[in-house]
């Protein structure tokens, strides 16, 4: 089972960065996935979730119209598209598959660095 997330980098305050995650070695459309961030010193946190069809979404609240999260089922992958990115924005993301029903297992991403500074 491997969840690998990629596209993250170093972007200036107000860019764009679209991250990636695919899943392989599980039943991807059989969960529900989403992104998580932790910054240095905090804890991780939720920042979009998106149902098994991709029918519904959800944002933590300091996201929500700045970035969209998407899933391809036919290809395994999620997608986080971040717009108009703060220095706040700075953590380490990663992606999490929980299945829709149990038992099963969960599983995380290693992580991809996300940093906006000027």
């Known amino acids: 089972v491997q969840l690998v997330e990629s596209g993250g980098g170093l972007v200036q305050p107000g860019g764009s960065l679209r991250l990636s995650c695919v899943a392989s070695?599980?039943?991807?459309?059989?969960?529900?996935m989403s992104w998580h961030r932790q910054a240095p010193g905090k804890e991780r946190e939720l920042v979009a979730i998106?149902?098994?069809?991709?029918?519904?979404?959800n944002y933590v609240d300091s996201m929500k119209g700045r970035c969209t999260i998407s899933r391809d089922n036919a290809k395994g992958t999620v997608y986080l598209q971040m717009n108009s990115l703060k220095p706040e924005d700075t953590a380490v993301y990663y992606c999490?598959?929980?299945?829709?029903?149990?038992?099963?297992?969960?599983?995380w991403g290693q992580g991809t660095q996300v940093t906006v500074s000027s």
């Open positions: 070695g599980f039943t991807f459309s059989r969960y529900v």
């Open positions: 998106i149902s098994s069809t991709g029918g519904a979404t």
């Open positions: 999490y598959a929980r299945p829709v029903v149990g038992p099963a297992d969960d599983y």
